[in-house]
């Protein structure tokens, strides 16, 4: 059974770092990129970025909002991604979660709520 | 950026009745290399993750009811839902995986009337 739970979410104050991790199980991760997209408290979903696998590079890709202060990382041997956020603003609050796929998510955790307020 | 946008915001649908959602892309999400739409529709209820409905703007993701149908292409694309059921009250998106930063949908609210 395919299976991606994140994990790290919490209460920050603004300007701190969080990282956030997708554990997966049940496939073989490293012949997928995965995305985290977020979703902050009653409103729609924001894609926030993507790590492909490695036969592609393993490169990335970002939202503007994650640009320059979030950055997507994998660890094939251990089947895990991570989303390492800097700098956080009380405008990333939100539910991360993390999603396998291409081009379109048939797979996605349940999600990890990150705070960031004073 | 390809911006998305739903119509309606929200509707109510008596069960049993047809529910039409529109998305307009800003752009052409049609690719003319493989001749491919790259459009999604994913379905939300509260507290849980999306779920993939269809792909490629009218591909039906295995398990998903034949009620859910996706069409359109280039610009324009429809997701019906033929006959409401109580398990379809929802939320609806639609995302174009075709330029980065790939864009979501304001998404669509669906009642039953």
């Known amino acids: 059974e395919v299976q991606l739970v994140e994990s790290g979410g919490g209460l920050v104050q603004p300007g701190q770092s969080l990282r956030l991790s997708c554990t997966t199980s049940?496939?073989?991760?490293?012949?997928?990129?995965v995305h985290w997209v977020r979703q902050a408290p009653g409103k729609g979903l924001e894609w926030v970025g993507l790590?492909?696998?490695?036969?592609?590079?393993?490169?990335?890709e970002y939202a503007a909002s994650a640009e320059g202060r979030f950055t997507i990382s994998r660890d094939d041997s251990i089947s895990i991604a991570y989303l390492q956020m800097n700098s956080l603003k009380t405008e990333d609050t939100a539910v991360y979660f993390c999603?396998?796929?291409?081009?379109?998510?048939?797979?996605w955790g349940q999600g990890t709520l990150v705070t960031v307020s004073s | 950026d390809i911006v998305m946008t739903q119509s309606p915001d929200s509707l109510a649908v008596s069960l049993g009745e047809r529910a039409t959602i529109k998305c307009k892309s800003s752009?052409?999400?049609?690719?003319?290399?493989?001749?491919?739409?790259?459009l999604t529709w994913y379905q939300q209820k509260p507290g849980q993750p999306p779920k993939l409905l269809i792909y490629?703007?009218?591909a039906r993701e295995s398990g998903v009811p034949d009620r859910f149908s996706g069409s359109g292409s280039g610009t324009d694309f429809t997701l019906t839902i033929s006959s409401l059921q109580a398990e379809d009250v929802a939320v609806y998106y639609c995302?174009?995986?075709?330029?980065?930063?790939?864009?979501f949908g304001q998404g669509t609210k669906v009642e039953i009337k």
């Open positions: 999603a396998r796929g291409s081009y379109y998510y048939a797979y």
């Open positions: 049940g496939f073989t991760f490293g012949e997928y990129a």
């Open positions: 790590i492909r696998n490695k036969v592609s590079d393993g490169t990335t």
């Open positions: 752009q052409s999400v049609l690719s003319s290399s493989n001749n491919k739409n790259y």
């Open positions: 490629w703007a009218s």
């Open positions: 995302h174009q995986c075709y330029t980065f930063p790939w864009t």
